[in-house]
Each structure stands twice: as C-alpha cells, then as structure tokens.
C-alpha cells in the first residue's frame, strides 16, 4: 500500500510539472494559434489524469475507513455514507466550513438523508486536508 501511495505522489508530481510547463507554453503564445490551443488542450488533459488520480485515491481512502461507505465515483464527486450514528451530515459540513473547505450536506435530497455527504475532487493538497478533517 505504502508503494502504491508512493508511486501516485510521483504520478501527481510529474502532472503538475508537465501542467506547469504546458501553461507557461500557453502564455508563451498568442491566444487563437494552434501552438496555444495544443498546449491548452495538454492542461486540459492534464487536469483530467489528475482527477481521476484523485478520484481513486480518495475513494481507496475512504473505502477503508470504517467511519464512511464510500461510492465507487464515476465523475469529479463522491457519495459517502456517514456509518457512525452520532454524526449527522449537518455536522460535517460545519466542520469542513469552518475549515474553508466545501462538502455537500446531503440531507435534504431524495432517497439519502442526514448521514449522507458528497464532495467534489479539488487538487491533491486540498483533498487531502478535506479527508484529514473526515477521517480525524
């Protein structure tokens, strides 16, 4: 597990630098040439190999915490069911507010209720600060 995790943050770390350079390219070139419309087109994929890094990551994380029942995603959120009874979604979203961080309090949808969350993948540091405060 130890290598796996490893082996994403290496992952992660290469995107970021490609993205970095692909936008310095981006401002290298003038808006509407095809230079910079393959070098947007590279960010744009770019953060899209994040997202999904992030998407399996995060739901690896909590799929083994036995505080959450965590959704397979499919797109840029997850669904998590809150499995300790003493705490509502109501509750988390608080706390995460007051950390300057957004989940989505899902008590109010359909079908779900008061211990159901989701929330959107963000960038690698700030999903982690977000899963800290869950999982904590």
């Given at each position: 597990r130890e290598e796996e995790?490893?082996?994403?943050?290496?992952?992660?770390?290469?995107?970021?630098?490609?993205?970095?350079?692909?936008?310095?390219a981006m401002q290298n070139r003038e808006k509407g040439t095809e230079l910079y419309a393959l070098a947007e087109e590279k960010v744009q994929n770019i953060d899209s190999e994040i997202i999904k890094a992030e998407r399996e990551r995060m739901y690896e994380l909590f799929n083994s915490s036995s505080r959450f029942k965590a959704y397979k995603p499919q797109g840029n959120f997850m669904l998590l069911k809150i499995l300790d009874k003493d705490i509502k979604s109501g509750q988390l979203f608080d706390k995460c507010i007051r950390k300057g961080l957004m989940i989505r309090d899902c008590s109010t949808f359909p079908?779900?209720?008061?211990?159901?969350?989701?929330?959107?993948?963000?960038?690698?540091?700030?999903?982690?600060?977000?899963?800290?405060?869950?999982?904590?």
């Open positions: 995790t490893q082996k994403r943050k290496a992952t992660l770390d290469k995107l970021k630098k490609e993205k970095e350079e692909a936008e310095k079908y779900l209720g008061e211990n159901y969350i989701r929330f959107c993948f963000m960038n690698p540091d700030e999903d982690s600060r977000l899963s800290e405060i869950l999982l904590g």
